[in-house]
């Protein structure tokens, strides 16, 4: 067949979301274009990754954010990168980043979107060539078109979101996201510049052999979380911790895990944060068919009172969360 000597290349993102577009009669292609310009920043920080080694712009930049974090030089390129493409991009009003203190306003305005982001994702394994990511997520402005956003748009509940996703720079580079209509997964096709669609309708498996947590913190393990481990062990479940939230939610999405960051002595409250990392997450793994807490709140009905405030995350295959859950109900009980 003539054919065979052109094999298509796939459905690139932008045809892909001009697609789903045409599902919403009364969209007016904003929340498109705020796609596209993650996508481009995406894109150029991929780049910078790559090449970092070759530029010199590995190791620490030589300050702390507002969590009292050594920031990384690619943590700061990123979040300018970032914020610059949605600045340029028109469609934002107010964003809020892991390595900013206080909301960032654009001054677009006009623009409808708050995006709550974690520019660079694993930064303990930036430099040693470890899968690190982007976290994102897009919520509609409350406040009036024409002013810029307020406290009261970066602080909505994760139910709120109308889209959702993360980009994960591994072997390969992929974006994965969900407008609240399933999950999709694009990879990164360097040469031609475009993502296309791998990854059509992800599903997460009901249970599985994976799971996740620095166990280095075990000593300082609520009971119930203590007690599931063992059960994992007792089960010869594989332990499986990159120590990047997004690779290792990536990899628990597709082939069934759980992964678990709980509240220990030296963060009482767990380590990530809500608003720009957990919230996300919950809302593509709910999507998927998954699930995520802090262990007794579904972590979508947490509503935010700080931007940079922390909660216990424990995400993934719904009988595995339920079966934590059970374990840390029990643990009520005994007390
Ligand atoms: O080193 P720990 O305590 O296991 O924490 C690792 C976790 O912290 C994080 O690095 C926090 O995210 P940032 O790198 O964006 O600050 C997660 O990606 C990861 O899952
Ligand atoms: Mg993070
Ligand atoms: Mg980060």
Do not use: W
Not at 131 to 158: H, P, V
Not at 177 to 186: A, L, Q
Not at 250 to 277: D, M, Q
């Amino acid at each position: 067949m003539k054919d065979d000597l052109a094999l298509p290349v796939g459905t690139t993102l932008d045809r892909f979301i001009m697609r789903k577009q045409e599902d919403f009669p009364y969209a007016t292609g904003e929340l498109s274009q705020l796609l596209r310009d993650i996508a481009l920043a995406a894109k150029i920080v991929n780049r910078e990754i790559n090449r970092a080694g070759l530029l010199g712009v590995t190791g620490a930049y030589g300050q702390q954010n507002i969590q009292g974090e050594e920031q990384q030089k690619l943590d700061i390129i990123a979040n300018i990168r970032f914020i610059r493409a949605l600045r340029n991009g028109g469609e934002v009003c107010t964003v809020i980043s892991e390595e900013e203190e206080g909301i960032i306003h654009t001054g677009n305005t006009k623009g409808k979107y708050i995006v709550a982001m974690d520019p660079l994702d694993g930064s303990s394994n930036i430099d040693v060539n470890v899968a690190i990511g982007t976290i994102f997520s897009i919520y509609r402005r409350l406040s009036d078109i024409g002013e810029d956003g307020t406290s009261e748009d970066c602080l909505q509940n994760g139910k709120k979101q109308v889209a959702a996703g993360y980009v994960i720079y591994g072997s390969s580079t992929m974006l994965v996201y969900t407008t609240g209509c399933g999950v999709n997964g694009f990879t990164y096709e360097p040469s031609l510049g475009e993502f296309f669609l791998s990854h059509p309708d992800i599903k997460t498996p009901k249970t599985g052999k994976i799971y996740s947590c620095n166990e280095g913190n075990l000593n300082s393990f609520p009971d119930g979380v203590k007690s599931y481990l063992n059960y994992c062990k007792e089960n010869n479940y594989n332990a499986r911790y990159i120590g990047s939230l997004v690779a290792d939610f990536h990899r628990n999405l597709l082939k069934g895990g759980i992964y678990l960051y709980p509240p220990t002595v030296k963060a009482p409250n767990g380590k990530l944060r809500l608003v720009y990392e957990c919230n996300a997450l919950a809302m593509i793994v709910e999507q998927a068919g998954g699930k995520a807490t802090d262990g007794s709140e579904r972590i979508l009905d947490k509503d935010p009172t700080d931007l940079h405030q922390r909660c216990p995350l424990i995400i993934g295959s719904p009988d595995m969360v339920d079966k934590v859950e059970e374990f840390l109900a029990a643990e009520l009980t005994l007390v």
